[in-house]
C-alpha cells in the first residue's frame, strides 16, 4: 500500500486534508532531487510539450531553486488564473479532491521522491504535481477546464459514475496529446512529469493514438502501473473545455452503464487512428 495514502486526515489537517507545506522543513537533498528532476525535464520538453505548457513553466521559476515555496508560488499562479496550489499528506478521497478543483485549489503532495526512485513511483509527489499539474493551471483555458472537471466530479458522485469521469481525467489531465504545429505534442501531467514516458509516449511505436471522443475516452479502462498502451489526441483545449461544459452527463452516464467498459489497447472500427500500435512495450512488460 502506498505510503502516503491515508483514510482520514492527518492530525492537525484540516477536513480538506490540507497541511502546511513547512517549506523550511525540506531538506537540502530534497531540493537537489527536484532541482535535478527540474534541469532534465525542461531540457527535455521544448518541441515535445505544448506551447501553453512551456509557457506556463515560467509561473515555476521562483526566486531560490528547488521545491517552489507554495508562499512566492500562489502569488504568480493566483495572478495567471486565480488557482492555488495547497499541501496535502498524499492522495485524498474523490470527494474532497474534486471540491478544491472546483475552487480552484490544486492538492500537491507533500513529499518528494527518493534519489533512487527518479525515474518513477507509482504515487504523485511534488514534483508530480507541481511540475506535472501547475503550467498547465496557468493557461486561462485549461484552468477552466480543470474547474469544471472537478465541479463535474462532484456531480458525478451523485450517479455514482466516478470511475467513468476518472478517465476522462486520466487520458487528458495525466496522459493526454494535443495536436500542435502540424504534429502532436504532450499536456499531461503524468507524461511531462516522466522522462521515460515523454519520450514513449510521442515516439514508440507501441502505444495506439486515437482521437479523442468523450464516450470512447469514459468506457476505456487505463493502467496506473506502466506506460499508457493508449494516448488520446485533442484539437485544442477549447474543444476539451466546451466537451466538458456542453454535455449533459446524465443521458451519457446511462449510455455508458449499457456498454462494456475497453481494453486499454481496444481498436474499434469508429476509432480515428492516428497510430495503431504494436503494443510491443505492454507485451514485453506482461507478467510471465
Ligand atoms: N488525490 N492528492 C491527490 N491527487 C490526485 O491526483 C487525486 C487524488 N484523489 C483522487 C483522484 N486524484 C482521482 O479521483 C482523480 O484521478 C479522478
Ligand atoms: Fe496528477
Redesign the pocket.
Known sequence: MAEHVLDSPPPGAGADWTIPQDWEAFTAEEHDTWNILFERQTALLPGRACEAYLRGLDVLRLSRPGIPDYRELNARLGDATGWQVVA?P?????D???DHLANRRF???NFIRRPDQLDYLQE?DVFH?VFGHVPMLADPVFADYMEAYGKG?LRSLGFGS?DK??RL??YT??FGLVREAGGLRLFGSGIVSSRGESLFALDSDSPNRLGFDLERVMRTRYRIDDYQQVYFVIDSFADLLAATVETDFAPLYERLASLPDLAPDALLDDDEVLTRGTQAHATERAPA
Request: net charge negative.
Open positions: 496535502v498524499g492522495l485524498v478521497p474523490d474532497v479532491f474534486f492538492v500537491a503532495g504523485p504535481d466530479g466516478l469521469l476518472a481525467y486520466w489531465v495525466e
